[in-house]
């Protein structure tokens, strides 16, 4: 059999990069008066196919290229597909909901699918110092994104602190990789579980794995490392939220998978009591938290904290059935928080004028298409029956008690029923009436500031039908997570067979 050039591993990468050197030299060839809203359709069409792309990889042996640093596999595929999926829905939300004479606004486009790059790469390196780099790909484009409002006090605070913090979580990742060449001469991912039973020094290794943990539970903002999420949340666009709350998150999701069942497997033990304890400060911490918001995107955020430590709790699973559960849960998170802050983002406006809770009220009356979706998601991240989020919560729980972590399961759903209390809270302002009093007040007996155009109406579509698809049909789904678990556990060693096998 002929070998896979190595470029055909890295191919979805490749179109993306490529797209936003397009995106920029567009952007600078353009007179400054004329508009930039025809970047972003660009942008989307080069991240659809970067998409078909990933699909195409399924053609392909399973392997490695560039000298082992990166693989394809059905794991890496399932991860691009995701990624790719949440980028092209916040591109769609951020044609029809940026200002047309926002600054910067190809820039926007470019970093978005800069940031992609990063995250897409981060999934399929199997090399730790290519984590690293792909991590500050997409890390870099997000601080900047994070602070896009430079002309609020908000925007830059929020920047400001995404980029300390993250600095901070960074370094311990660098140390941690590190450590982990310095306990087994490595730094390939496949090489490291193969040296680590046998190292000399195990508490190295074990100090290594703590670091690596605590830089990637930075990014997918599990307490006690979430500091930062609340405010950045804020202050962001909430174009900018819809990819920041989701695709960063689901890479490294991937790489945390990747860290604690492919590289360290013989620490488990280790791991596994961690990130119990993490699961459970991060639902109880974010539930307990969100109860008490009455900024709408401050009640989001704090819920992605509980919703990571709804996540994680499948990492107590055995194997690959821990493996499926973390991955089909990334997916459902993404579907219906991406389809949540896509309603936001059209009732608060770019500006964010109505911010609160209470703005919300009789939201249903006035717009009854967003009141409608605003219901929807909202009851598919409580967990009801025949929405992804049920599914999603479903079988992380049955992952956790698999592995023997009943306790951590039942902590779960006595979380799921305290987030119950805010999601139902905005669900019913969104439903009351409008009082009477609120005739003379244009901004709260009107409609949405933002009007749902054809950008925005495709992304929310997108969003509704994978929720729902995740929720009635979930197999399809379950089972490509499935296989992308089994080529988790093992390491690649063959080019014989096909990844759509």
């Not at 005739?439 to 729902?468: C, M, N």
Request: net charge neutral.
């Amino acid at each position: 059999m002929n070998p896979v050039p190595d470029i055909d591993r890295i191919l979805p990468e490749v179109i993306l990069t490529l797209t936003g050197v397009a995106v920029m030299l567009i952007d600078a060839s353009l007179k400054p008066a004329t508009p930039r809203r025809n970047l972003g359709w660009i942008a989307a069409i080069g991240t659809t196919l970067a998409l078909w792309a990933s699909l195409w990889q399924l053609s392909l042996p399973e392997g490695t290229g560039f000298f082992g640093t990166v693989e394809t596999s059905v794991f890496t595929v399932f991860f691009h597909v995701l990624i790719c999926g949440i980028v092209i829905v916040a591109l769609l939300v951020a044609l029809d909901t940026l200002p047309a004479g926002t600054h910067h606004q190809g820039e926007f486009y470019a970093l978005v699918v800069f940031g992609a790059v990063g995250m897409c790469l981060l999934t399929s390196a199997v090399e730790l110092l290519v984590v690293f780099i792909a991590l500050e790909i997409s890390s870099i484009s997000t601080y900047i994104l994070a602070g896009y409002r430079k002309h609020t006090g908000k925007g830059p605070e929020a920047a400001i602190k995404y980029f300390l913090l993250g600095s901070f979580a960074t370094a311990f990742l660098l140390y941690g990789i590190a450590m982990v060449y310095g306990a087994t001469g490595t730094t390939q991912i496949y090489e490291i579980a193969q040296r680590v039973p046998g190292a000399d020094n195990q508490a190295l290794a074990i100090a290594a794995l703590a670091m690596l943990l605590v830089g990637i539970l930075f990014k997918v903002s599990a307490a006690p490392f979430h500091v930062w999420t609340p405010d950045v949340y804020e202050g962001a666009p909430s174009p900018v939220v819809v990819l920041l709350s989701t695709a960063p998150k689901a890479a490294a999701f991937a790489l945390l998978l990747r860290v604690v069942y492919e590289a360290f497997p013989s620490l488990r033990g280790f791991s596994t009591p961690l990130l119990w304890v993490v699961a459970v400060l991060s639902m109880t911490v974010g539930n307990l938290a969100a109860l008490r918001q009455q900024n709408v995107k401050r009640m989001l955020a704090y819920s992605s904290i509980a919703h990571a430590g709804y996540l994680l709790a499948a990492f107590a699973g055995v194997g690959s059935i821990g493996i499926a559960a973390a991955s089909f849960y990334a997916a459902a998170y993404a579907a219906m928080n991406v389809g949540i802050f896509a309603v936001v983002t059209l009732v608060s406006g770019y500006d964010e004028s109505l911010p609160l809770i209470d703005d919300f009220r009789g939201l249903i009356y006035r717009s009854p298409l967003l009141g409608s979706l605003l219901l929807f998601f909202l009851v598919s991240l409580v967990g009801i029956p025949f929405t992804g989020g049920f599914f999603g919560k479903f079988y992380s729980f049955i992952a956790a008690v698999d592995g023997g972590a009943i306790a951590l399961a039942i902590i779960g759903l006595l979380n799921s029923g305290v987030a119950a209390g805010y999601y139902l809270r905005l669900a019913l302002v969104a439903a009351q009436k409008p009082a009477a009093d609120q005739s003379d007040r244009p901004d709260q007996s009107g409609p949405p500031r933002a009007d749902v155009g054809v950008a925005v109406g495709a992304a929310l579509l997108l969003a509704v039908a994978a929720t729902l698809v995740l929720g009635i049909v979930p197999g399809s789904v379950l089972r490509s997570a499935q296989l992308g678990a089994h080529t988790l556990e093992a390491p690649i060693a063959t080019d014989s067979t096909t990844l759509g096998q």
